[in-house]
């Protein structure tokens, strides 16, 4: 069982910038993909960006547009969402999943692949 600790979120306004962290439990995680997904109140869950274990594959949703930057610590166990220039639908609650596949060079946009999913950290962004 692989727990996953969402942080970093908060208010801040147009422009601002966010980094979130996705800290795991254990260090299996090293060896597995990590997304991010977020859900803006009345929508649906939607795919942010994700990150293969080694780092060397990396996928975003086309909303990113650059502003987003996944990344991970291996060594820390902890996978970042570095956001930058926010916007007001940028707002959501935002949520690190991963999946218990160890060394698959796979990137994976459907949140029903993953098996482990942290309790979401909440960030909004004023106009």
């Known amino acids: 069982q692989v727990q996953l600790v969402d942080s970093g979120g908060g208010l801040v306004q147009a422009g601002g910038s966010l980094r979130l962290s996705c800290a795991a439990s254990?260090?299996?995680?090293?060896?597995?993909?990590v997304a991010w997904f977020r859900q803006a109140p009345g929508k649906e869950r939607e795919f942010v960006s994700a990150?293969?274990?080694?780092?060397?594959?990396?996928h975003n949703s086309a909303f990113v547009k650059g502003r987003f930057t996944v990344s991970r610590d291996n060594g820390r166990n902890t996978v970042y969402l570095q956001m930058n220039n926010l916007k007001p639908e940028d707002t959501a609650v935002y949520y690190c999943?991963?999946?218990?596949?160890?060394?698959?060079?796979?990137?994976?946009?459907?949140?029903?692949?993953?098996?482990?999913w942290g309790q979401g950290t909440q960030v909004a962004v004023s106009s």
């Open positions: 999943a991963t999946k218990a596949e160890s060394y698959k060079e796979m990137i994976y946009t459907s949140g029903d692949e993953y098996d482990y």
């Open positions: 254990d260090r299996m995680i090293s060896t597995y993909v």
């Open positions: 990150i293969s274990w080694s780092g060397n594959v990396i």
